[in-house]
């Protein structure tokens, strides 16, 4: 059965404005392409509902529209200052950064000694004083502070080259 201009665009409506903001970094933006998309898909409706890749062509239409001459123009009237950012809403931190950076960590910290990994998880993740790391590793509390030294300076300098090659 050919699906209505009405219940297709009331099923799709939160994906093309999820896609549209994604491509155009501004949901007002992506409002107005999305509705001047929609005008005209509903004008061609006769044309477009029986499509089998009608979906695609939609969003190539957001594209086309989002590229054309009066959206360049309306993004570079669009302020784009930090302070006009922050007025619009809170800045937050990416999710995925932090994922990416702790995974990142755990993989320099595998690549670690075993008796240096363990010094720095009894150290830092269960909050184990020299005494009771040295005991539980079999050796001095000198050993233990020199494993937990070598095994910092070791992901300092893996931090800083991982640094130096990210801004090369």
């Known amino acids: 059965m050919l699906d209505t ?10 994906r093309l404005l999820r896609f549209t ?3 155009t970094c501004d949901p007002h933006l992506a409002q107005d392409v999305v509705q001047e998309v929609l005008v005209r898909v509903q004008h061609r409706w006769a044309r477009i509902g029986p499509m089998p890749g009608r979906d695609q062509y939609v969003r190539r239409m957001i594209v086309n529209e989002y590229l054309s001459w009066r959206r360049r123009k309306a993004s570079r009237t669009v302020a784009a200052t930090h302070s006009t950012l922050d007025a619009l ?5 990416d ?5 990416a950076e702790r995974e990142a960590m755990r993989g320099h910290i595998a690549r670690l000694p075993r ?13 184990r004083d020299d005494a009771e790391i040295a005991d539980l590793l079999g050796c001095s509390t000198g050993t233990v502070r020199s494993h937990i030294s070598r095994a910092l300076s070791t992901l300092r300098a893996t931090h800083q080259h991982a640094v130096r090659e990210a801004l090369s």
Do not use: E, N, V, W
Not at 9 to 14: E, G
Not at 95 to 99: E, F, K, M, V
Not at 115 to 127: F, H, S
């Open 21 to 23: 903001t994604a491509l």
């Open 95 to 99: 999710p995925a950064t932090g994922y």
């Open 89 to 93: 809403g809170t800045p937050t931190a």
């Open 115 to 127: 008796k240096q990994r363990a010094a720095l998880m009894l150290r830092y993740y269960c909050d």
């Open 5 to 14: 201009f009405d219940r297709f665009a009331a099923d799709r409506i939160d």
